[in-house]
Structure formats: structure tokens, C-alpha cells
């Protein structure tokens, strides 16, 4: 895992909602920024994306800015591609924009190992989260609150030390690229 403190990497990618180049220097906040590594096909994300969504639009009302990235290799899982992203993005109302890291340079600059992972920057761009979106999984029957990142937000909203008690991210495995 990406030690806390660690610096957010910097990148430019395209986005696949508005076909742009993004950069962090420009999508970054100074109430805080957070990047997550999400993809199409993961029964995991795909649990987590309404609640995600909302959870998203909650916290850009305060100032927080939502960053989506997704490395999978789309020769061998097609449905990750730019094209579906988009058409993801549009049908669960991200508010957000959906990066594509052809690559796979940021996310192994993150040290990002699945999707969801989850990783909240504070206003100087160190790093004071990683870990789950909350407790619950496919199938476990516990609500989907974003609860564990929510606590980190508040607590960085309220100039709050985020506690660095954090549960890795569960969820499928980025699928690299074989050389």
C-alpha cells in the first residue's frame, strides 16, 4: 500500500466522459482530492457504484473533488474501455470525471492492486486514506454507506487528523498488462 504522507502522484489522462486530457494539478482541491481506481466488469465496484455516485455528489458539495481512474488491459477485458466507461459514467450519474491509464503508469505509481481502491489526498496533496469504501460486499448484506471514507472526509473537512486505522480495499485485482 501507498504509505500515508506519500505525495499524490502527479498525471494527465483522457477522460472518457468529456474525451479531454485531465491532469491532477487541475482537478485537485484544496479541501481534499480524492482517486479512486474503479473499472466496469468487478462485481465489487459494481456494488459500490450508486453509493459511490452519491456519495461523490455529498462530498463535491464541500469542496471535495472526485477523480475515477481505470487501468484495466482492455484487450482481455473489453468492457473496461474507454467507449463503456463513458456509457457507465453517463448511466450512474457520476458527477466525476472517469479517467482511462491506457499504460498503467498511474496505477502503478499509486500502488493501486484492485477495484475499488480508494486513496484521499489532503489540500497539500499527501496522502491521509487508503483503504475500503466500507464494509460491505457482494452478497454480505451489509448496507453500502461509504462509511469508512466518509469518516476520512469528515475528518479532514474539520481540520481533523484522519485515524490511521484503515481497512485495505477488497475487490478484484487490476488486470495488468503481460509483456
Given at each position: 500500500m501507498l504509505p500515508l504522507g506519500t505525495k499524490a502522484p502527479d498525471f494527465e489522462l483522457p477522460d472518457s466522459v468529456s474525451g479531454t486530457?485531465?491532469?491532477?494539478q487541475e482537478l485537485a482541491s484544496p479541501?481534499?482530492?480524492?482517486i479512486m481506481f474503479i473499472c466496469n466488469h468487478c462485481p465489487f465496484v459494481k456494488h459500490v457504484n450508486?453509493?459511490?455516485?452519491?456519495?461523490?455528489a455529498d462530498y463535491q458539495?464541500?469542496?471535495?473533488?472526485?477523480?475515477?481512474?481505470?487501468?484495466n488491459d482492455v484487450d482481455n477485458y473489453p468492457a473496461d474501455g474507454p467507449q463503456y466507461m463513458k456509457e457507465l459514467a453517463i448511466t450512474e450519474g457520476f458527477t466525476f470525471p472517469y479517467l482511462?491509464?491506457?499504460t498503467q503508469e498511474v496505477a502503478r505509481a499509486y500502488h493501486a492492486a484492485c477495484t475499488p481502491d480508494f486513496y484521499l489526498f489532503d489540500a497539500e496533496l499527501s496522502l491521509v486514506y487508503r483503504g475500503?469504501?466500507?464494509?460491505?460486499r457482494p452478497g454480505n448484506d451489509i448496507p453500502v454507506t461509504g462509511k469508512d471514507l466518509?469518516?476520512?472526509?469528515?475528518q479532514i473537512l474539520k481540520g481533523q487528523s484522519v485515524t490511521e486505522d484503515q481497512i485495505p480495499s477488497i475487490g478484484c485485482n487490476i488486470k495488468w498488462k503481460v509483456a
Open positions: 486530457t485531465k491532469s491532477l479541501q481534499g482530492t480524492v450508486t453509493g459511490l455516485a452519491q456519495l461523490a458539495a464541500k469542496g471535495i473533488t472526485f477523480v475515477a481512474i481505470s487501468a482511462y491509464d491506457e475500503q469504501f466500507d464494509g460491505s466518509r469518516q476520512a472526509l469528515d
